[in-house]
Each structure stands twice: as C-alpha cells, then as structure tokens.
T-cell receptor, first 110, second 112 residues
Framework: GQQVMQIPQYQHVQEGEDFTTYCNSSTTLSNIQWYKQRPGGHPVFLIQLVKSGEVKKQKRLTFQFGEAKKNSSLHITATQTTDVGTYFCAGQSGTYKYIFGTGTRLKVLA | DGGITQSPKYLFRKEGQNVTLSCEQNLNHDAMYWYRQDPGQGLRLIYYSQIVNDFQKGDIAEGYSVSREKKESFPLTVTSAQKNPTAFYLC???????????FGEGSRLTVL
C-alpha cells in the first residue's frame, strides 16, 4: 500500500541551529500537509502545499513540495526551545484519505 | 467553543473486553477519522467516514469497528480481536472541501 516515509527519525540540535525534515511518498500526492505534535499533545496543522514546486514560509519555517509531488521538506531556521516536538507530513491520496509520515522528533538543547 | 471532544482521556481494560472510545465534534464537519499512534511512531489510519452512515477501512482496521449514525459522532470500538490494543487513539475531522484535519486530544488505552 501507499507509504510516506520521513527522515530523520530523531534530531537533536543546539538552540540556534537549523533543522530540516524530509518526507517521501511512494505515490504521487494531490497535496501534502504538515503537522506539529508537542510532547503529550495532539497534532496541530501547520500548512498545506498543493502545487508542484510550491514553497511557503511561516516566520522561521520554510515548506517545500517537490516537482513530482512525491516529496516535501520542512526547514526551521535558528531553532528555539519552543520548536520541540514531532513533525509529521501527511499526504492526501484521493478525496478523503490522508497517510501520515513516520514523523521526525526534534529536541532543542538550550 | 467549536472543537472535537474525545473521551475518556485514559482507559484501562482487561484482555478480552471490548471498549468504545467516544469522538464528538461540533464543527459541522462532514469527514471524520480515527488514527492510532504507538510510542515514538507515526499515525496509522484505522477508519474514516465521509458522510453519515458511510465509512471505509483504513490501513489497520482489523479488530476495530465504527459507526456513523450522526454527523457529530464517530465512536470507535476496540474489540477483543485486536491483538495489541494498547495505544494512543486520535480522532480527527475535516470539512467537506479539502483542508486541514482537526484533532481531538486523544484517548490513551492500556490493556492490562
């Protein structure tokens, strides 16, 4: 079946360093979404990318959708302790089905 | 306030018992979802429902059952047939047109 993989699985960074997580789908996606889950919490929507090659920015976060619509990345510039959590991508396959990636757990050391 | 309410937040059950997790939303969303999350892992889709009285199996539906008798409600039953039910269960909803998923705070089930 369809799979969405993320790398790395874990990342520890010093506060102020940059961070990137990558998402790869086995099939072409109609769109991709990114979510953040704080420790002990539930996933919260960050952004949705729809167009091939799309790039969107939210303050220190930059999101990209690949040209083939099979991969995506999230880059955080100058991490802060508030960035701690697990970041998930979710690919939409069909009208209603979402397949979540395996997630990247980010720890930021002060 | 609009949102998704899951209950109970924590649940313990003995092996061989069925248990039902509640999910209620007042966002007027058409689609609802159940995901399972195991420690340190991603979210796996159990069931989803596009409209009332209709639902589809996700990737790990075996041992689970759902119903969608009302737009607001999408309960999940974890049956005794589920081999390893201890997990964190997340319910989500989405409006009819494509958009973000809104998640409840989750239900943590532990089988003793």
């Amino acid at each position: 079946g369809q799979q969405v993989m993320q790398i790395p699985q874990y990342q520890h960074v010093q506060e102020g360093e940059d961070f990137t997580t990558y998402c790869n789908s086995s099939t072409t996606l109609s769109n991709i979404q990114w979510y953040k889950q704080r420790p002990g919490g539930h996933p919260v929507f960050l952004i949705q990318l729809v167009k091939s090659g799309e790039v969107k920015k939210q303050k220190r976060l930059t999101f990209q959708f690949g040209e083939a619509k099979k991969n995506s990345s999230l880059h955080i510039t100058a991490t802060q302790t508030t960035d701690v959590g697990t970041y998930f991508c979710a690919g939409q396959s069909g009208t209603y089905k979402y397949i979540f990636g395996t997630g990247t757990r980010l720890k930021v050391l002060a | 306030d609009g949102g998704i309410t899951q209950s109970p937040k924590y649940l313990f059950r003995k092996e061989g018992q069925n248990v039902t997790l509640s999910c209620e939303q007042n966002l007027n969303h058409d689609a609802m979802y159940w995901y399972r999350q195991d420690p340190g892992q991603g979210l796996r889709l159990i069931y989803y429902s596009q409209i009332v009285n209709d639902f589809q199996k996700g990737d790990i539906a075996e041992g689970y059952s759902v119903s969608r008798e009302k737009k607001e409600s999408f309960p999940l039953t974890v049956t005794s047939a589920q081999k390893n039910p201890t997990a964190f269960y997340l319910c989500a909803s989405r409006p009819r047109l494509a958009g973000e998923l809104f998640f409840g705070e989750g239900s943590r089930l532990t089988v003793l």
